[in-house]
């Protein structure tokens, strides 16, 4: 499961999106471990950036996202993420 969730979470940011922690508990990815999973991919070299974004009621939650040179060169299979 661990491996698909990787695969889901790359797929997902390699398109220029950005995502929460939050986001990641739900569809498609449902992972009760999204901060885990974020975790292990940037173990594996992958150039996981993140922000703080301020929320309209004061709260902050993180922000991650991939930088375009880091989705090029994923797109491009100049870099291997398993």
Same mark, same amino acid.
């Given at each position: ?19 929460t ?6 569809? !498609? ?32 939650i993180?922000?991650?996202?991939? !930088? ?10 100049k870099?291997?993420?398993?």
């Open positions: 499961m661990r491996e698909s969730q990787h695969k889901m979470i790359l797929d997902i940011l390699s398109t220029g999106q950005r995502v922690v939050r986001q990641l508990a739900t569809k !498609p990815v449902y992972s009760m471990y999204g901060g885990k999973r974020l975790s292990e991919l940037k173990e594996r070299g992958i150039k996981i950036k993140d922000h703080w974004v301020d929320l309209e009621n004061g709260k902050r993180k922000e991650y996202f991939l !930088p375009k040179s880091e989705i090029n060169k994923l797109k491009r299979g870099k291997k993420w398993v």
